[in-house]
T-cell receptor, first 114, second 115 residues
C-alpha cells in the first residue's frame, strides 16, 4: 500500500555487485507494474515495467520479477554502478476504489559503495 | 516532445498565503495525477484528473486543497491558507489513457516551502 510516515529503508551494495530491491504491493487486481528511479531533487524516472501476465522481464542491466501469489515485485540491477545510487519505487496500476491509478510503494534508497 | 513540465520548481510562501502549482502534461496526454512527497518518504497519491473532470480525489485533504485540469491550459493544484505542514515536494504525472497499462511520466516537481 501507500507509504505514509515511513522513512526509506537503505540498501548498501559494493560497486560491481548485483542489487536486489524488493517491493510488496497491495492490490491483487493490479495488472501493471513499474519501477521508477528517483535521484535527489528530481522526479521519478521510468526504469522498467511488467504486466501481470508475465513473471519476468529483462532490460539493460535490470530485471523485474513478479510474484502474484505473494504480491511481490523485485528489481535486480546487475553490476551496480555509482550512477545507480538513488531511491527506487515500485508502482502498481490497478483499480483502487473504482478508478485506475498508480499507487507507489515505500521506496528503497540504494547506496553504491566504491 | 517535451516532457511533463511543472512550475515553479521552487515556491516559498508565508503561512496563510495561497500556493498555485502548475503542471503541463506531455503532448497528447489527457490524464494527470498529483502526488505529494515529504523528505525521505514515498509518493502519496492526491488526485487524478482528466480534462475538465476530477476522477479521484481520495488523497486530497478535505479543506484548503483543490485541483483542476481545464480544457485549455495546465492542471493547477491550489493550496489555500498554507501551513508549515504543507511544505513538501509536489509531483505530477501524466499518461495517455486512464485504464492503465501505460507508463506515467513525471515532472521534476515543485518544492513548496512554507515559512
Amino acid at each position: 500500500g501507500e507509504s505514509v510516515g515511513l522513512h526509506l529503508p537503505t540498501l548498501s551494495v559494493q560497486e560491481g555487485d548485483n542489487s536486489i530491491i524488493n517491493c510488496a504491493y497491495s492490490n491483487s487486481a493490479s495488472d501493471y507494474f513499474i519501477w521508477y528511479k528517483q535521484e535527489s531533487g528530481k522526479g521519478p524516472q521510468f526504469i522498467i515495467d511488467i504486466r501481470s501476465n508475465m513473471d519476468k522481464r529483462q532490460g539493460q542491466r535490470v530485471t523485474v520479477l513478479l510474484n502474484k501469489t505473494v504480491k511481490h515485485l523485485s528489481l535486480q540491477i546487475a553490476a551496480t554502478q555509482p550512477g545507480d545510487s538513488a531511491v527506487y519505487f515500485c508502482a502498481e496500476n490497478g483499480a483502487f476504489g473504482g478508478t485506475y491509478k498508480y499507487i507507489f510503494g515505500t521506496g528503497t534508497r540504494l547506496k553504491v559503495l566504491a | 516532445n517535451a516532457g511533463v513540465m511543472q512550475n515553479p520548481r521552487h515556491l516559498v510562501r508565508r503561512r496563510g498565503q495561497e500556493a498555485r502549482l502548475r503542471c503541463s502534461p506531455m503532448k497528447g496526454h489527457s490524464h494527470v495525477y498529483w502526488y505529494r512527497q515529504l523528505p525521505e518518504e514515498g509518493l502519496k497519491f492526491m488526485v487524478y484528473l482528466q480534462k475538465e473532470n476530477i476522477i479521484d480525489e481520495s488523497g486530497m485533504p478535505k479543506e484548503r486543497f483543490s485541483a483542476e485540469f481545464p480544457k485549455e491550459g495546465p492542471s493547477i493544484l491550489r493550496i489555500q491558507q498554507v501551513v508549515r505542514g504543507d511544505s513538501a515536494a509536489y509531483f505530477c504525472a501524466s499518461s495517455p489513457k486512464g485504464q492503465g497499462g501505460t507508463e506515467a511520466f513525471f515532472g521534476q516537481g515543485t518544492r513548496l516551502t512554507v515559512v
